[in-house]
């Protein structure tokens, strides 16, 4: 039975006896319900690195590596001030400052603020990244490599100058 556009079938409870029904009496097939009951589970750990991993991103990076020629197009709502905590507290701390002037202590000491202004930023569409900063890193054969410094913001996207640094 169909019960409206897009939506899933009740659960099926098992209704078959136990197989052994002699002394003691085997336990009864355990009904199981839907799955329902695990998708507040948002995080998982992983094995190797023991990182949180948001499920929902997961999924994402599963299907994005099976259908190469997928396209994305509702995915700002697994950007989550938790997520962006979890980028922030993942970057370098001795790291050098971007164009911004604002190092990871600088952004830590307001960071409940400033995340929740970044994520505010980002879901309204206000979000604009900053210049990265440019330096060149000399070779051994005399050449230089690019090197380019990003902010602490664009590294946990949005936070444009709400440091608490006046």
Known sequence: MMHGPEKSDSATVAMKPANNTGRPVAER???????????????TRRTQSRANVSQGLDRVRQVAKQRKREKFTALLHHVTVD???DAFLALKRRAAPGVDGVTWQDYEANLEGNLQGLHARVHRGAYRALPVRRRFIPK???RQRPLGIATVSANCPGSQR????G
């Not at 097939?29 to 995080?43: C, F, H, I, L």
């Open 29 to 43: 097939v355990e009904p199981r319900a839907g799955t329902e009951g695990n998708t507040d589970q948002s995080r």
């Open 140 to 142: 051994s054969d005399g």
């Open 162 to 165: 709400v440091v608490g640094m």
């Open 83 to 85: 997520l962006l905590r």
